[in-house]
């Protein structure tokens, strides 16, 4: 199928099979500006960290063209791709957006979306489904996806490139749900209320930008 260049693709997916009745669905691209994740992070950025080859330690230097390390003794070719989260967008039945509070660095205490990074060998559904019965104790009836969003943050003091894969999920049974994991609280907050300079991370910045504009354009 081709997508015109207007167009984004929303995803239905069925919890329950995982893979059965997928429906694709054709919207108008949103036109909000969404905020710029390139920054010069100084010393935190990658090439201030790959200097010496990891096979036969040669001293070699980071190419920001494309984004990799490639040795010039032995010919070891590393390419920094961003790693690849999941976030999930949970609505109460008053149109309230869950949001939760960060019990670890980067954005310690800080507001945040629950989600996290996907593992080795696994796909982004079961990564959401992973991560939401980490960190809420909740299992979604059912999850849309709703767009990618490119971010970065400082983690052992290097800058870490991710793409967030952010999904819709329709929550039925809010009794259980419990804050754990790396997460201290949530609340549920209107959308329109949220402070966006409170926000720590840039991808959920320009969700929640995104999800105001859609509020303010209905």
């Not at 010069?40 to 201030?48: A, S």
Request: proline share 6%.
């Amino acid at each position: 199928m081709t997508i015109p260049n207007n167009k984004k693709v929303i995803w239905e997916i069925n919890i329950q099979p995982m893979n059965e009745n997928k429906e694709t669905h054709i919207s108008k691209e949103s036109t909000v500006d969404l905020e710029s994740n390139i920054e010069d992070e100084l010393v935190y950025h990658p090439r201030y960290h790959f200097l010496h080859c990891p096979h036969c330690a040669a001293k070699g230097g980071f190419c920001e063209n494309n984004y990799s390390f490639k040795c010039p003794s032995c010919g070891f070719h590393f390419f920094l791709n961003s790693a690849a989260a999941v976030t999930a967008l949970i609505f109460d039945n008053d149109g309230k957006l869950l949001m939760t509070k960060r019990a670890l660095e980067p954005g310690l205490g800080k507001l945040d979306l629950p989600g996290g990074f996907i593992d080795p060998n696994e796909n982004a559904e079961t990564a959401l489904l992973r991560e939401l019965m980490e960190e809420l104790n909740i299992v979604p009836k059912s999850m849309t996806y709703y767009g990618s969003f490119p971010n970065q943050y400082v983690f052992s003091g290097v800058t870490v490139f991710t793409i967030d894969l952010v999904f819709l999920c329709t929550i039925t049974d809010f009794s259980k749900i419990t804050p754990t994991d790396d997460i201290t609280d949530f609340s549920f907050i209107d959308p329109l209320d949220i402070v966006i300079d409170e926000i720590p991370f840039k991808s959920v910045r320009n969700i929640i930008t995104q999800i105001q504009y859609e509020r303010g354009n209905k």
